[in-house]
Structures are given as structure tokens and as C-alpha cells.
T-cell receptor, first 119, second 115 residues
């Protein structure tokens, strides 16, 4: 249980285009999802917290207009990188928390990640 | 605010040897602590977690960790390393003052296992 999927797993795009990454909780409902960015051989950096039906909360230094997050349902959050540039190339990972008060509600379950390369 | 320090960016062991990955945390309130493993080009998989109760926590793949409040540590151990354990390991902390929502990660430790 507690499986999170991401799509696509890998994307290459031209500079100036926009890219959408989907994060889905497959076997549970997730009121809250998280988006992280990971640079090579580094730790995960939290970009934003996404709550179903409301605006995302962005971490300091993350451009909300560049990284658009939508959490339209309890099983889907999307991250759109707008007008992507080479410096946006990175590994993007989402995670989800199980809704409710179950024993697993305090745990984040991670997706497999999306490798974005901007040419 | 919470923080995590993982000592040693790389740890090398021989197959069959004891694995010890160190994690120290800082938190002004009682923390929840997690260990995750990441294989190349993949997301993170939960190994184990400590929330409350028993301080020795057993996880998947034979790993365990012990919460030591006096030492502010949560070191990860495995009695006998296997080649398949080679991966990146992350320690993370969350706390009540963020509703246990926000995870703060350490910088990770790469475990290398030699035959």
C-alpha cells in the first residue's frame, strides 16, 4: 500500500517551454502533497506544500509563478515548470501524506521522481 | 526549527559486515524521525520511523534504528550488509510545530558495499 506515482519519469524540453509533472497517490487519499527538488548528489529541497482545494505554500526562494502547483483532487497534484530554462534541470520528486488519523498519517510516501532536462 | 546532521557522506563496508549510518538531529520539540533509502534515479523508500513509544525501531530489509534522546541521535544499523544495500540513505525529522508535515532531510550518506 501507499504507492505514489509520477509521470513522466523523464522529460527533455527546449528552453522557454512549459512542462507539467503529475503526482498521483494510487491507493490512498492525500490531502497534502509535497514537491521536492534534488540536485545531483545532494539532498532533497522542499519546494512547496500542496493542499487539496487550496493554494500551495511555497518555501522561501521558490518562485510561485515559475513553479505552478495544482492539487485538484485527493489523489492528484501537478507541478508545471513554466518557461523552463537550463538551470531548472533537476530531479523533481513528489510525496504524499495519507489523509486522516491513521498510523501512517505522519509519514510521507514518495514518488519515483521525474528527471527534467532543459536544453 | 529542526535540522539533521548525517556524519559521513560515504560509508564503505564489506558484504556481511555491520552497517552503521549516523544521524543526529536538532529539535526544540519532540521529533518524529525517519530513515529513507534512495536507489539511483528513483524516489525515496521509507525504511523505518520513530514517532513515540519504543525507542528501538525495526524496519524493512533488516535495518533498525534507536532513538536516543540524551544523545539526540537516531543511528541506522544492520548486522550484516548485503550487496543490494548499496544506495543513498537519508535521515529526516519532522515535529509538532509544523504539524509533522514538513520533513527536514540530512545531506545523505552513500553506502558502498564491496564483495
Amino acid at each position: 500500500g501507499a504507492v505514489v506515482s509520477q509521470h513522466p519519469s523523464r522529460v527533455i524540453c527546449k528552453s522557454g517551454t512549459s512542462v507539467k509533472i503529475e503526482c498521483r497517490s494510487l491507493d490512498f487519499q492525500a490531502t497534502t502533497m509535497f514537491w521536492y527538488r534534488q540536485f545531483p548528489k545532494q539532498s532533497l529541497m522542499l519546494m512547496a506544500t500542496s493542499n487539496e482545494g487550496s493554494k500551495a505554500t511555497y518555501e522561501q526562494g521558490v518562485e510561485k509563478d515559475k513553479f505552478l502547483i495544482n492539487h485538484a483532487s485527493l489523489t492528484l497534484s501537478t507541478l508545471t515548470v513554466t518557461s523552463a530554462h537550463p538551470e531548472d534541470s533537476s530531479f523533481y520528486i513528489c510525496s504524499a501524506r495519507i489523509s486522516g488519523s491513521s498510523q501512517s498519517a505522519d509519514t510521507q510516501y514518495f514518488g519515483p521522481g521525474t528527471r527534467l532536462t532543459v536544453l | 526549527a529542526q535540522s539533521v546532521t548525517q556524519l559521513g557522506s560515504h560509508v564503505s563496508v564489506s558484504e556481511g559486515a555491520l552497517v552503521l549510518l549516523r544521524c543526529n538531529y536538532s529539535s526544540s520539540v519532540p521529533p518524529y524521525l525517519f530513515w529513507y533509502v534512495q536507489y539511483p534515479n528513483q524516489g525515496l523508500q521509507l525504511l523505518l520511523k520513530y514517532t513515540t513509544g519504543a525507542t528501538l525501531v525495526k524496519g524493512i530489509n533488516g535495518f533498525e534504528a534507536e532513538f536516543k534522546k540524551s544523545e539526540t541521535s537516531f543511528h541506522l544499523t544492520k548486522p550484516s550488509a548485503h550487496m543490494s544495500d548499496a544506495a543513498e540513505y537519508f535521515c529526516a525529522v519532522s515535529a509538532l510545530n509544523t504539524g509533522f508535515q514538513k520533513l527536514v532531510f540530512g545531506t545523505g550518506t552513500r553506502l558502498l558495499v564491496s564483495p
